[in-house]
């Protein structure tokens, strides 16, 4: 919310600042600029010897404001220096990730777990700095990190790989000069998921990924029930669940094969996901949902 004479409230100054709300109130809190006055802030001497001020409107009430060029009050900008960042902050160094996908990969690497608070921070996330913060407005749990974080060895191999994974192949127009720091292509069937699976398109390695992070234990290439040799991509023991990769152009004799499956799923009535080439982007809103029609949250 910004003012029209051109104040701006803590809310907004924080978004310009590009820090954490709630790290924004806490220095003003920690420095003697603002208090809780029951359900409200106000401004103490010094924070309005700093510029502070009261805004009133009618769908707020009376709020704190700040002159525009606070910004470069060294305070604050001793904040931007220190900022700590969270999983979102983080998807700008990987911006083929999701927040809930760094999320997930935090936590497989033990720094955090996931409650029905929120996001957690576990003693091994501590000891890199983590701290446990919760939302003014919804009360979940989240962590914030130092910067530093970001280069730890063990999370930028994660993270990166992750990414990597993520990243679908554009067409090579002989044009574009290959990044120094990309991982070399793998051969089909040689990919790998994070949990070890050997796996055949990076689009298997995603939903596999997912899968895993997700906590959901799944098996590869799982025979159907049925006396032909037909395989699942992925099976769910829990649920019963089969998800089926479907690549943007299947080969003519896989595609047999996959239309076979797919009456056999209907004939014994089983539960089967199938997730497409161009799903690959969102797989939280098509896992998700579908595996919450079949009762299985995550």
């Given at each position: 919310?910004?003012?029209?004479?051109?104040?701006?409230?803590?809310?907004?100054?924080?978004?310009?600042?590009?820090?954490?709300?709630?790290?924004?109130?806490?220095?003003?809190?920690?420095?003697?600029?603002?208090?809780?006055?029951?359900?409200?802030?106000?401004?103490?001497?010094?924070?309005?010897?700093?510029?502070?001020?009261?805004?009133?409107?009618?769908?707020?009430?009376?709020?704190?404001?700040?002159?525009?060029?606070?910004?470069?009050?060294?305070?604050?900008?001793?904040?931007?220096?220190?900022?700590?960042?969270?999983?979102?902050?983080?998807?700008?160094?990987?911006?083929?990730l999701h927040a809930r996908q760094i999320n997930r990969a935090l936590a497989?690497?033990?720094?955090?777990?996931?409650?029905?608070?929120?996001?957690?921070?576990?003693?091994?996330?501590?000891?890199?700095?983590?701290?446990?913060?919760?939302?003014?407005?919804?009360?979940?749990?989240?962590?914030?990190?130092?910067?530093?974080?970001?280069?730890?060895?063990?999370?930028?191999?994660?993270?990166?790989?992750?990414?990597a994974q993520s990243i679908t192949e554009a067409p090579d127009d002989g044009?574009?000069?290959?990044?120094?720091?990309?991982?070399?292509?793998?051969?089909?069937?040689?990919?790998?998921?994070?949990?070890?699976?050997?796996?055949?398109?990076?689009?298997?390695?995603?939903?596999?990924?997912?899968?895993?992070?997700?906590?959901?234990?799944?098996?590869?290439?799982?025979?159907?029930?049925?006396?032909?040799?037909?395989?699942?991509?992925?099976?769910?023991?829990?649920?019963?669940?089969?998800?089926?990769?479907?690549?943007?152009?299947?080969?003519?004799?896989?595609?047999?094969?996959?239309?076979?499956?797919?009456?056999?799923?209907?004939?014994?009535?089983?539960?089967?996901?199938?997730?497409?080439?161009?799903?690959?982007?969102?797989?939280?809103?098509?896992?998700?949902?579908?595996?919450?029609?079949?009762?299985?949250?995550?």
């Open positions: 919310m910004q003012p029209d004479d051109g104040k701006l409230s803590t809310t907004a100054l924080a978004r310009k600042l590009d820090i954490p709300v709630q790290q924004l109130f806490s220095t003003l809190v920690d420095h003697g600029w603002i208090r809780r006055a029951g359900e409200h802030w106000s401004l103490t001497p010094k924070g309005e010897f700093e510029g502070g001020s009261y805004k009133k409107s009618e769908r707020y009430g009376s709020y704190i404001v700040w002159p525009e060029q606070l910004e470069g009050h060294p305070l604050l900008a001793a904040i931007e220096s220190n900022q700590r960042i969270s999983a979102v902050n983080l998807c700008r160094n990987y911006p083929h497989e690497l033990g720094l955090q777990h996931h409650t029905l608070l929120g996001w957690e921070l576990t003693p091994l996330g501590k000891s890199l700095g983590g701290q446990q913060e919760e939302s003014r407005s919804s009360g979940a749990f989240y962590v914030t990190w130092p910067q530093e974080i970001a280069d730890n060895p063990v999370v930028l191999r994660e993270l990166g790989r992750q990414s044009q574009a000069e290959r990044d120094l720091f990309e991982s070399a292509p793998e051969e089909a069937g040689t990919l790998r998921g994070i949990d070890g699976h050997v796996l055949d398109t990076p689009l298997q390695t995603a939903v596999c990924n997912w899968l895993y992070l997700a906590q959901l234990a799944h098996a590869h290439r799982r025979a159907l029930p049925v006396e032909e040799a037909l395989h699942a991509d992925f099976y769910l023991p829990a649920g019963n669940i089969y998800i089926d990769c479907w690549e943007e152009n299947v080969p003519a004799g896989q595609l047999s094969a996959r239309l076979q499956k797919r009456e056999v799923y209907r004939e014994l009535d089983l539960r089967v996901l199938e997730v497409n080439a161009d799903d690959v982007e969102r797989l939280d809103e098509v896992l998700g949902r579908g595996l919450l029609a079949f009762g299985i949250r995550c």
